[in-house]
């Protein structure tokens, strides 16, 4: 029994070594606009029947062809998908075939176990069956690998952070080696009130990928939209939309089968957080809203008395895939609700703040940290302070101010205060 223990020693190499070069993208739809990047992960989610697997499948026929717009247009791509949920015989290859791939090159990929005299097939599961994934890629040439759902191909828990790194970091790790885009396929919480908490599952699945797409249905047009909601390697984070249109295509039997096939309308305005919205009922106040203000918002209205640190507010922007510039506009471009940027009274540094008449009842105009260090909450926001006769006549019972009359952040709003 060999009882040594691993050695380990530290590796430092200067960054005057390291080679720099461009990001590349598997698919951009309009120049400066990539959307899936080459070398790296891509999360696809949204309620069943959105359209995610039949989109994923119309951009796989484009690179078949070697019509996909990106950095590999005019090669004809192979691509693998994983695991679909829908049959490959009467579903995936008549999509195929409505899409116009080039069927030779889309493969569907199983492992094959054989024990004595009895030979069984399974979908692959990670992090078990990485080196069938990348022998697989050396025999096709695959560009593109779909893994359809993902949460049902990993060991363990996809609610576990944990989990769900040991399953899919390594088919990240051989993406990026082999320079591959990894497309992962995953659905939305049932009630999911924002696309960026929307997605099922740990956050891991959201941090171990650096584009997230999600997908949503505009029930008025009957128009498929989605959202680059997370997007680390461009500047783009547009929403795209298209129409699932019925195609009849002959199959082998010589019966007819009804699918569905894409028709890519390009750029919208509209997002799938708007979607989801006026889904919940809340579409009015958030016809302004793009993804990252709806990001904003949904952080701040954490907060009880609807007010954060600004620095807490960019932190957790950018763990979510925003840069600050982005999440600044969003603040300054929302307009119901309308988000202030104010000094704190008690020495918070900036805070966002929603300002709005419509306040949850009970909540005052002090906040979260000013109860934390001992002040009481006492005037409700937008309401005047009226001092008593033992009142200190140089200040009012919130404010350190010479306005004893007013007592309010609307104060400052007024004076040109805010910044």
């Given at each position: 029994?060999n009882?040594?223990?691993p050695?380990?020693r530290?590796?430092?190499t200067?960054?005057?070594l390291i080679?720099?070069?461009?990001?590349?993208?598997?698919?951009?739809?309009?120049?400066g606009?990539?959307?899936i990047?080459?070398?790296?992960?891509?999360?696809?989610?949204?309620?069943?029947?959105?359209g995610k697997?039949?989109?994923?499948l119309?951009l796989?026929?484009?690179a078949?062809?070697?019509?996909?717009p990106?950095d590999l247009h005019g090669?004809?791509?192979?691509?693998?998908?994983?695991?679909?949920?829908d049959d490959?015989?009467?579903?995936?290859?008549p999509?195929l075939k409505?899409?116009g791939?080039?069927?030779?090159r889309?493969?569907?990929i199983?492992?094959?176990s054989?024990?004595?005299e009895f030979t069984?097939?399974?979908s692959?599961?990670?992090?078990?069956?990485?080196d069938?994934?990348?022998q697989a890629?050396?025999?096709t040439?695959?560009?593109v690998?779909v893994v359809?759902?993902?949460?049902?191909?990993?060991?363990?828990?996809?609610?576990?952070?944990?989990?769900?790194?040991?399953?899919?970091?390594?088919?990240?790790a051989?993406a990026?080696r082999?320079?591959i885009?990894?497309i992962?396929?995953?659905h939305?919480n049932?009630?999911?009130?924002?696309?960026?908490?929307g997605?099922?599952g740990?956050?891991?699945?959201?941090?171990?990928t650096?584009?997230?797409?999600?997908?949503?249905t505009?029930e008025?047009?009957?128009e498929?939209v989605?959202?680059?909601?997370?997007?680390?390697?461009?500047?783009s984070k547009?929403?795209?939309?298209?129409?699932?249109e019925?195609?009849?295509?002959?199959?082998d039997?010589?019966e007819?089968?009804?699918?569905?096939?894409?028709?890519?309308?390009?750029?919208t305005d509209?997002?799938?957080?708007?979607?989801?919205?006026r889904a919940?009922?809340?579409?009015?106040?958030?016809?302004?809203?793009?993804?990252?203000q709806?990001?904003?918002?949904d952080?701040?209205k954490q907060?009880?008395?609807?007010?954060a640190?600004?620095g807490?507010?960019?932190k957790?922007?950018r763990?979510?895939?925003?840069?600050d510039?982005?999440l600044?506009n969003a603040?300054?471009?929302s307009?119901?609700p309308?988000i202030?940027?104010?000094?704190?009274?008690f020495?918070?540094?900036?805070v966002?703040?929603?300002?709005?008449?419509d306040?949850?009842?009970?909540?005052?105009k002090?906040?979260?940290?000013?109860?934390?260090?001992g002040?009481?909450?006492s005037?409700?926001?937008?309401?005047?302070?009226?001092?008593s006769?033992?009142?200190?006549p140089?200040t009012?019972?919130?404010h350190?101010?010479?306005?004893?009359?007013?007592c309010?952040t609307c104060?400052?709003?007024?004076?040109g205060?805010?910044?």
């Amino acid at each position: 029994m060999n009882d040594k223990l691993p050695t380990k020693r530290v590796l430092l190499t200067p960054a005057s070594l390291i080679k720099t070069r461009r990001q590349k993208w598997f698919w951009e739809p309009f120049t400066g606009h990539g959307v899936i990047p080459l070398g790296t992960a891509t999360i696809v989610a949204g309620k069943g029947g959105e359209g995610k697997t039949t989109f994923m499948l119309h951009l796989a026929a484009l690179a078949s062809r070697g019509q996909l717009p990106g950095d590999l247009h005019g090669q004809k791509m192979a691509t693998i998908v994983i695991g679909p949920e829908d049959d490959w015989d009467t579903v995936m290859v008549p999509r195929l075939k409505a899409a116009g791939a080039d069927l030779d090159r889309i493969y569907q990929i199983e492992v094959e176990s054989t024990l004595d005299e009895f030979t069984s097939r399974r979908s692959l599961k990670f992090p078990l069956d990485v080196d069938m994934i990348e022998q697989a890629i050396g025999e096709t040439g695959a560009k593109v690998l779909v893994v359809d759902p993902a949460p049902s191909l990993m060991h363990g828990d996809m609610n576990k952070v944990q989990d769900v790194r040991q399953s899919y970091e390594p088919l990240i790790a051989l993406a990026q080696r082999l320079e591959i885009a990894l497309i992962l396929i995953n659905h939305f919480n049932k009630g999911g009130g924002s696309v960026s908490g929307g997605l099922s599952g740990s956050h891991a699945w959201r941090d171990l990928t650096r584009s997230y797409l999600a997908f949503a249905t505009d029930e008025e047009s009957g128009e498929r939209v989605f959202s680059q909601d997370k997007n680390n390697y461009g500047e783009s984070k547009g929403s795209y939309k298209f129409t699932l249109e019925s195609v009849d295509v002959t199959t082998d039997d010589g019966e007819t089968a009804s699918v569905a096939r894409v028709n890519f309308l390009g750029e919208t305005d509209q997002t799938v957080g708007d979607l989801i919205s006026r889904a919940n009922g809340d579409d009015e106040d958030l016809d302004d809203r793009n993804v990252a203000q709806s990001f904003v918002i949904d952080f701040i209205k954490q907060n009880e008395v609807w007010e954060a640190k600004a620095g807490d507010v960019l932190k957790a922007g950018r763990a979510a895939g925003f840069n600050d510039n982005e999440l600044k506009n969003a603040r300054k471009r929302s307009k119901s609700p309308r988000i202030a940027s104010v000094k704190s009274d008690f020495g918070a540094g900036w805070v966002w703040r929603i300002e709005t008449h419509d306040e949850p009842e009970g909540v005052t105009k002090v906040s979260k940290v000013s109860r934390s260090q001992g002040m009481t909450p006492s005037t409700p926001w937008g309401q005047k302070v009226t001092p008593s006769p033992n009142d200190n006549p140089a200040t009012c019972p919130l404010h350190s101010t010479e306005d004893i009359t007013e007592c309010y952040t609307c104060t400052e709003i007024r004076e040109g205060k805010t910044a």
